[in-house]
């Protein structure tokens, strides 16, 4: 167990809907990220945020949304879903200043009809 | 901005020794990751190199040199347990950027 809690584990909805994924990351932790993996795929990184702001992005979509919020849980917003947003969607935290390892959360499997 | 390549898979034997490489390319290199994923599940850190060498840890050692953007994960003694997918993942290009490698899949046969 890393200590990284991702809720919800699975997620079915359709397409056109939103959807939040939520993370909550270890204990002391500052730094949030957010990965899409889909199915035989590498981690694509998504968003990075830092003590609530906004640190790195990555191939994140116009669709897609994130924010950390003071008590550091950070929340994906994805909307207008898409049948190719089925993926798994990972949350990995990390220490203040420290990126060489990373935390990460059981993921969440989120699948579009 | 970054890239990294790494074999898509690799088999090895039960007890062998296995190494999978890593190249990158990046600006502003500030060190190198590995990480173990199992089907279905979340990755793990294995280790970090920032410097030039050999860094060990138990079965698993990971190797960087810098000068050749290229780095590796060696794994002896090689358990069934050890197959997974294995990504390099490279901090460059801003201090706090992390990108990943596609994975390596080792299979690991009797």
């Known amino acids: 167990d890393s200590g990284v809690t991702q809720t919800p584990k699975h997620l079915i909805t359709a397409t056109g809907q939103r959807v939040t994924l939520r993370c909550s990351p270890r204990?002391?932790?500052?730094?949030v990220y957010w990965y899409q993996q889909s199915l035989d795929q590498g981690l694509q990184f998504l968003i990075q945020?830092?003590?609530?702001?906004?640190?790195a992005k990555g191939n994140i979509l116009e669709r897609f949304s994130a924010q950390q919020f003071p008590d550091l849980h950070s929340e994906l917003n994805l909307s207008s879903l898409e049948l190719g947003d089925s993926a798994l969607y990972f949350c990995?935290?990390?220490?203040?200043?420290?990126?060489?390892?990373?935390?990460f959360g059981p993921g969440t499997r989120l699948t579009v009809l | 901005g970054q890239s990294l390549e790494q074999p898509s898979e690799v088999t090895a034997v039960e007890g062998a020794i296995v190494q999978i490489n890593c190249t990158y390319q990046?600006?502003?290199?500030?060190?190198l990751s590995w990480y173990q994923q199992h089907d279905g599940g979340a990755p793990t850190f294995l280790s970090y190199n920032a410097l030039d060498g050999l860094e060990e840890t138990g079965r698993f050692s990971s190797f960087l040199s810098r000068s050749d953007s290229y780095g590796y994960l060696l794994l002896q003694e090689l358990q069934m347990k050890d197959s997974a997918s294995y990504f390099c993942?490279?901090?460059?290009?801003?201090?706090?950027?992390?990108?990943f490698g596609t994975g390596t899949k080792l299979q690991v046969i009797p």
């Open positions: 204990s002391g932790d500052l730094s």
């Open positions: 990046t600006s502003g290199f500030y060190g």
């Open positions: 993942a490279v901090r460059g290009g801003g201090y706090q950027k992390v990108t």
């Open positions: 990995a935290s990390s220490p203040a200043g420290a990126t060489n390892e990373q935390f």
């Open positions: 945020y830092y003590n609530g702001e906004e640190r």
